[in-house]
């Protein structure tokens, strides 16, 4: 987000004919790149490591399920409320500071009880895997607590492009004019699709947790 006004080459990056959305996903893309690379490190070293004690049997497709499928995803949603939160503050080091506060808050919320995957950002229920029934019954809350994440997601991304910050003038009154002239109605489609899914989803999730069946915290198991 700060790349070009820290070497004081915004003014030209920005006077090029480069849409708005073009930016945010090279930069949402270019995280996504190394994420990807550190998780392919995570994977060598586990293989590396199995191997070292005489264990042959990788499972690289395991590998590439539970890293790149599953891991992956959570990871960019943190990149892209990162992103989101850098254009909004327009402030690289309060950005930082809201970011690291907010991590410690999700880490720290299951202390105080707070455990319910609707709330906790790119939080969802535990899941095992096992050689006899893989994912087993596990993986219908796996897929739509990512819908329902990757949705809310998106409609973030699709607001830090309405606010991305292009060119000198960036006040708040600025700012909500360009939101305006960017919001078209291509793009309300596109935050109303989001927006439902969103919901959508949150209610399904709601209704299997709360209504069908009793939602069950870390003090209700340790006292059963």
């Keep these: 987000v700060w790349r070009e006004r820290d070497r004081n080459v915004a003014q030209i990056y920005d006077s090029l004919p480069v ?19 550190l998780l392919a490190v995570v994977m060598l070293c586990g293989m590396f490591m199995q191997a070292v004690l005489g264990y042959t049997n990788f499972e690289i497709g395991q590998y590439l399920k539970e890293l790149f499928a599953l891991r992956f995803i959570e990871l960019i949603w ?18 930082h500071f809201v970011m690291v506060a907010f991590y410690i808050i999700i880490v720290s919320a299951y202390g105080f009880g707070f455990e319910h995957s609707l709330y906790l950002f790119a939080e969802g229920p535990g899941y095992t895997y096992s050689d006899m029934n893989g994912y087993g019954h596990y993986v219908s809350s796996i897929v739509w607590i990512r819908i329902y994440w990757t949705a809310f997601c998106a409609l973030l991304a699709l607001i830090a492009n309405l606010f991305w910050v292009r060119g000198q003038e960036a006040n708040v009154k600025i700012r909500l ?24 989803s949150g209610g399904y999730i709601y209704y299997n947790t709360n209504v069908l069946n009793r939602l069950q915290t870390g003090k209700d198991l340790t006292a059963d």
């Design 78 to 95: 943190y990149c892209v409320l990162a992103l989101f939160v850098q254009v909004l503050v327009n402030n690289k080091y309060i950005g």
């Design 177 to 200: 004019r360009h939101f305006m002239q960017r919001f078209t109605p291509g793009k309300r489609l596109a935050a109303a699709v989001f927006l439902a899914t969103f919901i959508a």
């Design 19 to 37: 849409p708005d959305w073009l930016s945010f996903l090279s930069k949402l893309g270019a995280l996504a790149l190394v994420i990807a690379l």
